[in-house]
Protein backbone atom coordinates (compact mmCIF):
# COMPACT_ATOMS: atom_id res chain seq x y z
CA UNK A 1 0.00 0.00 0.00
CA UNK A 2 2.93 2.22 1.15
CA UNK A 3 4.22 1.59 -2.66
CA UNK A 4 1.30 2.43 -4.28
CA UNK A 5 1.05 5.79 -2.21
CA UNK A 6 4.79 6.70 -2.99
CA UNK A 7 3.71 6.53 -6.91
CA UNK A 8 0.56 8.12 -6.73
CA UNK A 9 2.49 11.35 -5.38
CA UNK A 10 5.62 10.63 -7.70
CA UNK A 11 2.94 11.12 -10.21
CA UNK A 12 0.97 14.12 -9.02
CA UNK A 13 3.97 15.70 -8.47
CA UNK A 14 5.95 15.33 -12.26
CA UNK A 15 2.12 15.74 -13.73
CA UNK A 16 3.59 20.03 -13.70
CA UNK A 17 6.44 19.83 -14.88
CA UNK A 18 5.75 17.88 -17.66
CA UNK A 19 3.60 19.94 -18.62
CA UNK A 20 6.00 22.36 -18.86
CA UNK A 21 7.99 20.33 -21.49
CA UNK A 22 5.35 19.50 -24.06
CA UNK A 23 6.14 19.16 -27.67
CA UNK A 24 2.81 20.00 -29.39
CA UNK A 25 2.09 23.80 -28.99
CA UNK A 26 -1.33 25.34 -30.55
CA UNK A 27 -1.75 29.14 -31.36
CA UNK A 28 -4.85 30.72 -32.15
CA UNK A 29 -3.76 34.15 -34.17
CA UNK A 30 -7.07 36.84 -34.93
CA UNK A 31 -6.44 38.33 -38.23
CA UNK A 32 -8.65 41.60 -39.67
CA UNK A 33 -10.37 39.56 -41.95
CA UNK A 34 -9.52 35.72 -40.75
CA UNK A 35 -8.09 33.46 -37.98
CA UNK A 36 -4.99 31.44 -37.96
CA UNK A 37 -4.96 28.12 -36.10
CA UNK A 38 -0.71 27.21 -36.08
CA UNK A 39 0.10 24.01 -34.68
CA UNK A 40 3.85 23.18 -33.73
CA UNK A 41 5.27 20.16 -32.51
CA UNK A 42 9.01 20.46 -32.31
CA UNK A 43 9.31 16.78 -31.53
CA UNK A 44 7.89 15.58 -35.51
CA UNK A 45 9.37 18.79 -36.60
CA UNK A 46 6.06 20.29 -38.02
CA UNK A 47 4.03 23.11 -38.17
CA UNK A 48 0.46 22.86 -39.43
CA UNK A 49 -1.35 25.87 -40.32
CA UNK A 50 -5.26 26.64 -41.07
CA UNK A 51 -5.59 29.85 -42.30
CA UNK A 52 -9.91 30.79 -42.33
CA UNK A 53 -9.15 34.13 -44.13
CA UNK A 54 -12.76 34.39 -46.32
CA UNK A 55 -10.48 36.00 -49.02
CA UNK A 56 -7.26 33.78 -49.13
CA UNK A 57 -8.54 30.58 -47.26
CA UNK A 58 -5.77 27.65 -47.03
CA UNK A 59 -3.86 24.89 -45.08
CA UNK A 60 -0.61 24.36 -44.72
CA UNK A 61 2.07 22.12 -43.19
CA UNK A 62 5.79 23.19 -42.80
CA UNK A 63 7.41 20.19 -42.86
CA UNK A 64 11.29 20.78 -41.40
CA UNK A 65 12.62 17.40 -41.13
CA UNK A 66 11.89 16.57 -44.69
CA UNK A 67 12.54 19.89 -45.76
CA UNK A 68 8.75 19.77 -47.06
CA UNK A 69 6.09 22.77 -47.89
CA UNK A 70 2.39 21.27 -48.43
CA UNK A 71 -0.31 24.01 -49.02
CA UNK A 72 -3.99 23.56 -49.90
CA UNK A 73 -5.52 26.07 -51.22
CA UNK A 74 -9.25 26.13 -51.24
CA UNK A 75 -9.96 28.69 -54.29
CA UNK A 76 -7.52 26.86 -56.27
CA UNK A 77 -9.21 23.64 -55.45
CA UNK A 78 -5.64 22.11 -55.36
CA UNK A 79 -2.82 21.29 -53.30
CA UNK A 80 0.95 22.57 -53.84
CA UNK A 81 4.19 20.24 -52.65
CA UNK A 82 7.46 22.15 -52.60
CA UNK A 83 10.80 21.85 -51.47
CA UNK A 84 12.00 24.37 -48.20
CA UNK A 85 14.85 26.20 -48.89
CA UNK A 86 15.82 26.11 -45.27
CA UNK A 87 18.35 28.56 -45.64
CA UNK A 88 15.47 31.25 -46.11
CA UNK A 89 12.32 30.04 -44.34
CA UNK A 90 12.59 30.99 -40.68
CA UNK A 91 13.62 27.87 -38.20
CA UNK A 92 11.05 26.04 -36.07
CA UNK A 93 12.38 28.02 -33.37
CA UNK A 94 12.09 31.48 -34.88
CA UNK A 95 7.97 30.72 -35.63
CA UNK A 96 7.79 29.21 -32.08
CA UNK A 97 9.21 32.27 -30.77
CA UNK A 98 7.57 35.02 -33.48
CA UNK A 99 4.21 33.44 -32.04
CA UNK A 100 4.71 33.48 -28.33
CA UNK A 101 6.00 37.33 -28.99
CA UNK A 102 3.55 38.38 -31.84
CA UNK A 103 6.44 40.20 -32.68
CA UNK A 104 8.19 39.39 -36.14
CA UNK A 105 11.24 42.48 -36.34
CA UNK A 106 13.75 40.10 -35.40
CA UNK A 107 13.00 37.48 -37.76
CA UNK A 108 14.15 36.60 -41.88
CA UNK A 109 11.52 38.20 -44.32
CA UNK A 110 10.45 35.73 -46.37
CA UNK A 111 8.51 38.24 -48.34
CA UNK A 112 8.94 37.90 -52.32
CA UNK A 113 9.34 34.02 -52.31
CA UNK A 114 7.68 32.49 -55.46
CA UNK A 115 6.61 29.04 -56.17
CA UNK A 116 5.72 28.05 -59.96
CA UNK A 117 3.30 25.44 -60.21
CA UNK A 118 4.58 22.19 -62.37
CA UNK A 119 1.52 20.77 -64.92
CA UNK A 120 2.40 17.01 -63.23
CA UNK A 121 0.61 15.93 -61.00
CA UNK A 122 1.88 13.91 -58.02
CA UNK A 123 0.60 10.28 -58.29
CA UNK A 124 1.87 9.17 -54.64
CA UNK A 125 0.87 11.05 -51.68
CA UNK A 126 1.29 8.68 -48.77
CA UNK A 127 5.27 8.88 -49.51
CA UNK A 128 5.00 12.34 -47.85
CA UNK A 129 3.86 10.93 -44.68
CA UNK A 130 -0.16 10.81 -43.25
CA UNK A 131 -0.62 14.65 -42.34
CA UNK A 132 -0.05 15.74 -46.20
CA UNK A 133 -1.69 12.68 -47.42
CA UNK A 134 -4.56 13.51 -45.49
CA UNK A 135 -4.43 16.71 -45.82
CA UNK A 136 -4.30 16.53 -49.96
CA UNK A 137 -6.05 13.50 -50.04
CA UNK A 138 -9.63 15.14 -52.37
CA UNK A 139 -7.63 17.52 -54.11
CA UNK A 140 -5.44 17.28 -57.13
CA UNK A 141 -1.77 17.77 -55.92
CA UNK A 142 1.03 19.53 -57.68
CA UNK A 143 4.57 20.66 -57.25
CA UNK A 144 6.05 23.40 -57.23
CA UNK A 145 9.19 25.23 -57.97
CA UNK A 146 11.07 27.66 -55.86
CA UNK A 147 12.15 31.04 -58.38
CA UNK A 148 15.62 32.50 -58.13
CA UNK A 149 15.48 35.64 -57.01
CA UNK A 150 16.02 38.45 -59.44
CA UNK A 151 14.58 35.96 -62.42
CA UNK A 152 11.89 37.56 -64.59
CA UNK A 153 9.07 35.38 -64.70
CA UNK A 154 6.42 35.36 -67.52
CA UNK A 155 3.67 34.65 -65.25
CA UNK A 156 0.29 36.43 -65.40
CA UNK A 157 0.22 37.73 -61.56
CA UNK A 158 -3.62 37.21 -61.53
CA UNK A 159 -2.68 33.34 -61.26
CA UNK A 160 -0.72 34.05 -58.13
CA UNK A 161 -2.43 32.62 -54.78
CA UNK A 162 -0.52 34.90 -51.47
CA UNK A 163 0.13 32.71 -48.25
CA UNK A 164 0.79 34.44 -45.50
CA UNK A 165 2.20 32.74 -41.89
CA UNK A 166 2.42 36.18 -39.35
CA UNK A 167 4.03 38.72 -40.90
CA UNK A 168 7.62 37.33 -41.56
CA UNK A 169 6.25 33.93 -43.93
CA UNK A 170 4.87 35.49 -47.00
CA UNK A 171 5.19 33.04 -50.70
CA UNK A 172 3.56 32.82 -53.66
CA UNK A 173 1.93 30.53 -55.56
CA UNK A 174 2.13 30.86 -59.45
CA UNK A 175 0.89 29.52 -62.40
CA UNK A 176 -2.12 27.55 -63.68
CA UNK A 177 -3.45 24.58 -62.19
CA UNK A 178 -4.00 22.28 -64.55
CA UNK A 179 -7.54 20.57 -65.43
CA UNK A 180 -9.35 23.85 -63.83
Given at each position: MNH??T ?9 P ?6 T ?6 D ?5 QV???N?F?G ?11 E????L?Y?N ?13 V???M?Q???P ?9 V?Q???H????H?LT???L ?21 P?Y?A ?6 T ?8 CF?V ?6 G???C?EI???
Amino acid sequence: MNHLITISILVLSLSPSLALTSTNDSYLLDGSVGTQVIHVNAFRGMVSIRDSNVLSEWDGILDYKNALLAAKLFSKMACVLAKMDQEVFPSLDDIKKAIVKQASTHYPSTHGLTYTVLPSRVKNLAQYGTLIKDMCRAFPTYFAQQQKEGTALAIDPNSCFEVQLLSFLGLSICGEIPGL
